[in-house]
């Protein structure tokens, strides 16, 4: 019985390990302007080691919208509020208050180095910029994250090999 509990808890590990490899792509189509775009995603992938309550379950999903402009952004969906820190306040968009998040960045293995991320606030989205950020990341194979939670700082790891292209995407559209 012991071995039979063993081999299903590793099939499920083994399991959640190839789906964080899967990206998906999909329509979001916007009814009201009579627009469309290309989301394309992860499925949810796990912080190196959980949080303290009540953020021990957090996760976050990887997405890419593809613009037809070829200003793609990457962004990371969690499944709430990250209540993240090391950022300033900042207005955008008229008068809604944004995070400014200093996010930790190593790209395929290289230097860390520092790049920016926007959170509104009570938003579970980070935003990176779709100037400098959003390409090195989109650029990369693998990429991991690091950013200053509540309850501690931890890194998600996203394997980009397996992530298709926009404007692949974008032409069959």
Same mark, same amino acid.
């Given at each position: 019985m012991k071995k039979m509990l063993i081999a299903v808890g590793l099939l499920l590990i083994s399991t959640q390990i190839v789906? #964080?490899? /899967?990206? @998906? /792509? +999909?329509t979001v189509k916007n009814e009201f302007e009579g627009t469309s775009s290309i989301r394309i995603h992860t499925d949810y992938l796990s912080l190196n080691r959980p949080l303290d309550f009540p953020y021990q379950d957090l996760r976050a999903i990887a997405v890419v919208d593809c613009y037809d402009n070829g200003?793609? /952004?990457?962004?990371?969906?969690f499944t709430q509020d990250p209540n993240l820190t090391n950022y300033t306040? @900042? +207005?955008l968009f008229g008068n809604e208050i944004h995070k +400014? /998040? #200093?996010v930790q960045v190593k790209l395929d293995g290289g230097? %860390?180095?520092t790049f920016t991320a926007y959170?509104? #606030?009570g938003s579970p989205w980070l935003t990176f910029g779709e100037m400098?950020?959003?390409? #090195?990341i989109l650029a990369s194979k693998k990429v991991m994250l690091q950013m200053d939670f509540y309850k501690g700082t +931890?890194? %998600?790891t996203i394997d980009m090999s397996k992530r298709q292209k926009c404007q692949t995407q974008l032409t069959k559209k």
């Amino acid at each position: 019985m012991k071995k039979m509990l063993i081999a299903v808890g590793l099939l499920l590990i083994s399991t959640q390990i190839v789906m #964080a490899d /899967v990206w @998906q /792509v +999909r329509t979001v189509k916007n009814e009201f302007e009579g627009t469309s775009s290309i989301r394309i995603h992860t499925d949810y992938l796990s912080l190196n080691r959980p949080l303290d309550f009540p953020y021990q379950d957090l996760r976050a999903i990887a997405v890419v919208d593809c613009y037809d402009n070829g200003k793609d /952004v990457f962004g990371l969906r969690f499944t709430q509020d990250p209540n993240l820190t090391n950022y300033t306040l @900042q +207005r955008l968009f008229g008068n809604e208050i944004h995070k +400014r /998040v #200093a996010v930790q960045v190593k790209l395929d293995g290289g230097d %860390i180095k520092t790049f920016t991320a926007y959170n509104k #606030a009570g938003s579970p989205w980070l935003t990176f910029g779709e100037m400098h950020d959003s390409p #090195a990341i989109l650029a990369s194979k693998k990429v991991m994250l690091q950013m200053d939670f509540y309850k501690g700082t +931890r890194h %998600i790891t996203i394997d980009m090999s397996k992530r298709q292209k926009c404007q692949t995407q974008l032409t069959k559209k």
